[in-house]
């Protein structure tokens, strides 16, 4: 583990077009200023993101230095990944085969690979639901913790520009991937490329669009900027885009896919690191969600067409 945190400002980039649709700087709408962070939302597409923002060196330096650990973010906890894996009781051991299943009906069994596996707890659970999984992520340390933990072995580098062969798989899965991003439609672009014809690509990331985005959001500007911190908690460092379920259905839709599945869940609270009364509110405010189907997670299953 490297113990080196440094100040991130050096490692910003500045976007002088939406991530999304393009649109210049004078169409953006600030709505949260951090200081150094700032998020807008584009006029033209409603796309969120982060201006300035960690681009892809800035994010490879930011993992490099184990920042999850640091002060960077302090409410962020890691699984217990080895615990889980072998219990397939567990709640998210049962979300990812769930997953699994519901598209083993579309496109059988086959060849998959995660993108950011981590620490390879899905990777793990895909392969003992039968499937051919690889995975690759640019972060040494949990490939290492991989290893150690699930005894997996995955690829080291950018998937970007990875050299996988092309019309190979039958799923791509993104968890908490996209969210990190400089060009959502790079990644996106080369989830088709490497997809055989119907195969399927999953991307799970937080929802903008949830209950307690938006209640961050008004306690931020009914108080003018004064009551930051729920609507911070909600946009960090390492994030620099955020989807909902109507900008991630257009990115798909514009590299091709048909979004066929799409649902918001509750962020698993063994993740977060908070006092219990946050954690309760968070709780409460998913329930309430939940009918409107705007929890504080989203995912969607779309389809390369054939
Ligand atoms: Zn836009």
């Given at each position: 583990m490297n113990p080196r945190k440094e100040p991130l400002a050096p490692l910003l980039e500045r976007r002088s077009a939406c991530p999304l649709c393009g649109a210049g700087v004078s169409l953006w709408r600030l709505l949260c200023d951090f200081g150094a962070m700032k998020i807008f939302a584009c006029g033209t597409c409603r796309m969120i993101f982060m201006n300035p923002f960690l681009g892809k060196e800035g994010m490879k330096e930011f993992f490099s230095q184990s920042a999850v650990e640091a002060k960077e973010i302090p409410h962020f906890k890691r699984h217990d990944v080895a615990a889980i894996a072998q219990n397939p009781g567990d709640k998210l051991y049962r979300r990812y085969a769930a997953c699994l299943r519901r598209i083993e009906e579309l496109t059988g069994k086959g060849r998959l690979l995660d993108v950011g596996?981590?620490?390879g707890l899905f990777l793990y659970v895909a392969a003992k639901e039968g499937w051919k999984a690889e995975g690759i992520d640019f972060s040494s340390s949990d490939l290492e913790r991989a290893r150690k933990n699930l005894g997996l072995e995955a690829r080291e580098g950018d998937f970007e520009k990875a050299d996988f062969p092309e019309s190979n798989f039958n799923l791509i899965t993104l968890w908490d991937v996209l969210e990190h991003a400089a060009d959502p439609h790079a990644v996106i672009e080369k989830c088709r490329k490497l997809l055989i014809p119907g195969g399927v690509a999953l991307i799970a990331c937080p929802n903008e669009g949830s209950f307690l985005t938006i209640i961050a959001g008004w306690l931020y500007s009914l108080s003018f900027g004064i009551i930051k911190f729920p609507s911070r908690l909600l946009h960090v460092i390492d994030h620099p885009l955020y989807f909902d379920k109507d900008t991630l259905k257009k990115l798909l839709r514009e590299h091709g896919?048909?979004?066929?599945y799409l649902e918001t869940y509750e962020t698993d609270d063994r993740n977060i690191n908070l006092p219990l009364f946050v954690k309760v509110f968070i709780k409460v405010l998913n329930i309430l969600a939940k009918p409107f189907d705007m929890q504080n997670r989203i995912m969607v299953i779309a389809k390369k067409p054939c």
């Amino acid at each position: 583990m490297n113990p080196r945190k440094e100040p991130l400002a050096p490692l910003l980039e500045r976007r002088s077009a939406c991530p999304l649709c393009g649109a210049g700087v004078s169409l953006w709408r600030l709505l949260c200023d951090f200081g150094a962070m700032k998020i807008f939302a584009c006029g033209t597409c409603r796309m969120i993101f982060m201006n300035p923002f960690l681009g892809k060196e800035g994010m490879k330096e930011f993992f490099s230095q184990s920042a999850v650990e640091a002060k960077e973010i302090p409410h962020f906890k890691r699984h217990d990944v080895a615990a889980i894996a072998q219990n397939p009781g567990d709640k998210l051991y049962r979300r990812y085969a769930a997953c699994l299943r519901r598209i083993e009906e579309l496109t059988g069994k086959g060849r998959l690979l995660d993108v950011g596996c981590g620490e390879g707890l899905f990777l793990y659970v895909a392969a003992k639901e039968g499937w051919k999984a690889e995975g690759i992520d640019f972060s040494s340390s949990d490939l290492e913790r991989a290893r150690k933990n699930l005894g997996l072995e995955a690829r080291e580098g950018d998937f970007e520009k990875a050299d996988f062969p092309e019309s190979n798989f039958n799923l791509i899965t993104l968890w908490d991937v996209l969210e990190h991003a400089a060009d959502p439609h790079a990644v996106i672009e080369k989830c088709r490329k490497l997809l055989i014809p119907g195969g399927v690509a999953l991307i799970a990331c937080p929802n903008e669009g949830s209950f307690l985005t938006i209640i961050a959001g008004w306690l931020y500007s009914l108080s003018f900027g004064i009551i930051k911190f729920p609507s911070r908690l909600l946009h960090v460092i390492d994030h620099p885009l955020y989807f909902d379920k109507d900008t991630l259905k257009k990115l798909l839709r514009e590299h091709g896919f048909e979004p066929f599945y799409l649902e918001t869940y509750e962020t698993d609270d063994r993740n977060i690191n908070l006092p219990l009364f946050v954690k309760v509110f968070i709780k409460v405010l998913n329930i309430l969600a939940k009918p409107f189907d705007m929890q504080n997670r989203i995912m969607v299953i779309a389809k390369k067409p054939c």
